[in-house]
């Protein structure tokens, strides 16, 4: 069981103050919820919005947070219960929620069920418009990135219309090609553009990797590195000006109002998810959707990214994110500057550390 149900101490108030509460959806937490307008504008919104991108975009979360106090009460009445795969990752989904809300568990503590159903109302709320702005916003400016600058989009492509993207455009299509398929082959063109070539949400396309360029031998090797992901992900969490060299935005990005210094796994998913519909020539974005699969889509790029035998991949792929996006976070990780001043505080600091462990062993 993961260390995430196991340390659970810190949640035995909600537990007793909530314990005769009994759970009573069923549906998968982890799958996109209805969509119910809240009656009041509360800052959960606010949170719902950041929640969306960095945690779990596709989620239900009255069903997420109705199951998660659910197997809290069930854990306190036995510790040992063992919960599925499933149920685990809905529960470190949750505690994450409740770490990413001030406050948000003295709430659930002393609510009625009918303000929990309104706070999941508003965080639902935030989750889904924030997706619907990225996605509004990023249609149009995705096209400035399809070609290097100073270079015409032959033929171009109309940015507030989506008809003509796809495979239905060779910029596009050829970016939307499944990896280790030959885009230039007339034939699978042609089924792609038909649909007779069903691609599924799994089959990533060829724009996810460092140079559009897949290596069917180490599939690693510049995974999620595009270009195109890196200005997405700017315009999304940075600013639309951020993706130039020189940033002109005149107010905080989403990233530093909400207080990110970090990548998450689930906010490079979703950059992908955006990104991968922006190109698509699908005009609403729905996750049943046949055609673009979002929603498998997203899943299979989070389940990788948060598999634990994929973990040092992982650690080295939110770290290079990190340099790309948070210039603070690629400063703190520069090496100390040899025979420096301060390697040399640094190495005389480490000299008395050890002093001072031998000493303690020695006693």
């Known amino acids: 069981m993961s260390s995430a149900i196991n340390n659970n101490h ?26 119910k307008k809240p009656r009041t504008t509360d800052p959960l919104v606010h949170h719902g919005r950041h929640f969306g991108r960095t945690i779990h975009a596709l989620c239900n979360v009255h069903a997420l947070i109705e199951q998660g106090i659910g197997r809290m009460l069930r854990l306190s009445e036995n510790p040992d219960e063992i919960f599925t795969l499933q149920e685990r990752r809905e529960h470190e989904v949750f ?15 002393s609510c009625s069920d009918e303000e929990v159903n309104s706070m999941a109302g508003m965080l639902q709320k935030g989750a889904s418009s924030a997706r619907s702005d990225n996605t509004k916003t990023l249609k149009s400016a995705i096209i400035d990135w399809l070609t290097p600058p100073g270079e015409a989009l032959i033929p171009p492509i109309a940015r507030n219309m989506k008809v003509d993207r796809g495979y239905h455009h060779e910029k596009t299509g050829s970016l939307l090609c499944p990896a280790g398929v030959d885009w230039s082959d007339p034939e699978i063109k042609q089924k792609l553009r038909t649909g ?25 090797r510049g995974l999620l590195q595009s270009d195109i992901l890196v200005k997405s992900f700017k315009h999304i969490f940075t600013s639309p000006s951020s993706v130039e060299k020189e940033a002109k935005a005149t107010r905080s ?28 020539s ?25 598999d634990p035998d994929e973990c040092t991949e992982v650690d080295d792929l939110i770290s290079w994110w990190n340099r790309q996006i948070f210039p603070n976070y690629a400063a703190s990780s520069r090496p100390v500057s040899k025979n420096s001043a301060l390697a040399k505080i640094k190495a005389k600091r480490a000299v008395e550390k050890r002093a001072l462990g031998d000493q303690n062993l020695n006693t």
Do not use: C
């Open 282 to 306: 699908s005009p609403v974005f729905t996750r049943s959707d046949k055609v673009t699969d979002s929603k498998l889509f997203y899943n299979s790029i989070l389940d990788l990214l948060e």
């Open 10 to 35: 810190t949640q035995r108030h909600l537990i007793m103050n909530r314990s005769n509460r009994t759970p009573k959806s069923t549906v998968d937490a982890l799958q996109q919820g209805p969509r």
């Open 196 to 220: 007779e070539f069903t691609v599924r949400g799994d089959q990533w396309p060829i724009f996810l990797w460092s140079g559009y360029k897949y290596d069917e031998d180490q599939p690693w």
């Open 253 to 280: 990005g989403n990233a530093r109002l909400h207080g990110m210094t970090s990548v998450t796994p689930a906010s490079v998913a979703y950059i992908a998810t955006q990104a991968r519909f922006a190109l698509s």
């Open 95 to 109: 505690l994450a929620l409740l770490r990413a809300v001030p406050g948000f568990e003295d709430r659930l503590m």
